[in-house]
């Protein structure tokens, strides 16, 4: 098995050297291109001072050059941190002090953050420009030395997370970690190299850089790269581009079935995988996506820190059944717990937690984050509530802290966001608990509604009422124009709550909602 990341590169320029590798604007890179480009530069880096278990940063938006840089990392035995390129400086100050990189690489936008960034930390790390296009490092001479050899279990990134809460979690993973784990999603979304892999997310996220574009490397799949995520440009690469996989949270769902109904785009799509994470699925969208392009959204979940966990095979005839995020995928691990500890019986709510093939080290020189996430004896702990039905089906439940106490009942805010994204006039929603001082919070929904919908209160109370009981239906209801996300696409529940304020602008006051 191969346990490293640039050697799945390397398979795939000695198999496939003249196929397409990364789509990039106008751009097409072949596989025997990106390696040869991915030896100089690690050679480049090597003779600039990289040395095995450094670190290098990077901070741009998505480009063949973000991903070459951090091949030619590997490649040269170094660590690949990669921060978020809307990072504010106190982030951007913990991701440095964290790091410790010996190089960062910003494109011309970031620079100047860069710059302030480093100053601050009085570290000795170089600058270097990154611009897509253009090969880093050109005027500095390869080094032609052996390769190092890569220690499989030596750290190979750090993804710094955009959690809902805090500052970001630096999740570390080994070079042989990302190898299984992306071995491993690629076998269970059976991705082959005849597939083409749209990467809409940003690959300064592990699932954009890893779970995608790495996955796509290791069967030579054809990496098509939207350098920022937008609707209609990823409705043209599915429509004129062959694109047959794509992940994306629900939010990038909603938004592409709206830019298809601005356009009314007629066949032309391929797709034969399409994965949904992050956030609570849209049952209504998913059904129109299906309609649209004939294909299901499948779920998938799981964490930076622990990957790949439950999905679903793209391959069975049968769907899971709705709120699923599918069975657990060979390799992984799940325990359910009450709040002593003690496993629940099957069918019953619990604590999520998980073994996957892909674990992480650690928290990045946090032993005390690393501690409250990891137990004793290895499982993660995801921060979820879960329960497994009676077929194997993981239901997730939403976090921990989002649980709904009313009147001593409990209520899984994804339960009650299931139910309302039923209704084709919701394009989004968010459940959250408001205090009550006599039942101690009381259940309410924030709705975005769908472009060219009308919305009436009464009939998502009668909806809901129909459906759950009386205690989970929303007794408050916010029609608002959009919702809190962070740069990942989740919504920040704590934003959520002050949108029922009375001052808050809602998207209509009447009983009765109606968006163009």
Excluded at 87 to 94: A, R, T
Aim: overall charge negative; charged content about 20%; glycine content about 10%.
């Amino acid at each position: 098995m191969v346990e490293l990341t640039s050697d799945y590169l390397r398979r795939a320029a000695a198999s496939l050297p003249d196929e397409v590798a990364i789509v990039d604007g106008g751009r097409e890179l072949r596989w025997s291109e990106v390696d040869r480009r991915t030896d100089r530069l690690a050679r480049r880096l090597i003779a600039a001072g990289l040395a095995p278990g450094r670190s290098v940063m990077i901070l741009g938006e998505n480009s063949a050059e973000f991903l070459i840089l951090c091949f030619a990392v590997w490649r040269a035995g170094g660590v690949m941190a990669v921060a978020h390129a809307s990072f504010g400086p106190d982030e951007l100050d913990y991701a440095l002090g964290n790091a410790e990189p010996i190089f960062l690489f910003a494109e011309r936008a970031y620079r100047a953050g860069a710059v302030a960034a480093v100053e601050r930390s009085a570290a000795p790390t170089l600058i270097f420009d990154l611009t897509p296009g253009i090969e880093s490092l050109a005027d500095i001479q390869p080094s032609t030395g052996d390769l190092p050899l890569v220690d499989p279990d030596a750290l190979g990134v750090i993804g710094y997370t955009s959690g809902t809460t805090g500052r970001p979690k630096p999740v570390a993973h080994s070079h042989g970690t990302i190898a299984r784990g992306t071995d491993a999603c690629a076998a269970i979304w059976r991705v082959t190299s005849s597939d083409v892999i749209l990467v809409a997310m940003p690959l300064s996220w592990l699932a954009g850089l890893i779970i995608l574009s790495v996955t796509a490397t290791t069967r030579g799949a054809r990496i098509h790269l939207l350098r920022r995520f937008s609707a209609h440009d990823a409705l043209d690469a599915m429509v004129g581009q062959g694109v047959s996989f794509f992940f994306g949270a629900t939010t990038m769902y909603v938004k592409i079935v709206n830019a298809w109904r601005q356009r009314r785009l007629v066949g032309g799509f391929r797709l034969r995988c399409c994965i949904s994470g992050g956030e609570a699925r849209n049952e209504a969208v998913f059904d129109e996506w299906r309609r649209i392009t004939g294909t299901p959204v499948l779920d998938s979940y799981g964490a930076s820190e622990c990957w790949p966990f439950v999905t679903h095979d793209p391959g069975l005839p049968t769907l899971p059944p709705p709120g699923s995020a599918g069975k657990l995928v060979e390799g992984a691990q799940i325990r359910l717990l009450d709040p002593e500890g003690r496993v629940v019986p099957r069918g019953e709510a619990g604590e999520v937690q998980g073994l996957a093939p892909c674990m992480m080290m650690s928290y990045w020189k946090e032993p005390e984050l690393t501690a409250k996430a990891i137990t004793p004896d290895g499982w993660y702990r995801t921060g979820d509530y879960a329960r497994i039905d009676a077929d194997g089906y993981v239901h997730v439940l939403g976090r921990i802290g989002d649980l709904i106490r009313s009147d001593g009942n409990a209520v899984y805010p994804a339960e009650v966001e299931q139910v309302l994204s039923e209704l084709e006039q919701v394009a989004q929603v968010a459940v959250v608990g408001l205090p009550d001082p006599n039942r101690g919070q009381r259940v309410a929904a924030a709705i975005v509604v769908a472009p060219g919908t009308a919305l009436d209160e009464a009939d998502v109370t009668a909806h809901c009422a129909a459906r759950l009981p009386a205690f989970k239906v929303p007794d408050k209801i916010r029609i608002v124009r959009e919702l809190p996300h962070n740069a990942s696409g989740k919504v920040l529940r704590r934003e959520v709550a002050p949108m029922f304020s009375q001052d808050f602008p809602a998207g209509n006051a009447s009983a009765s909602h109606r968006r163009e």
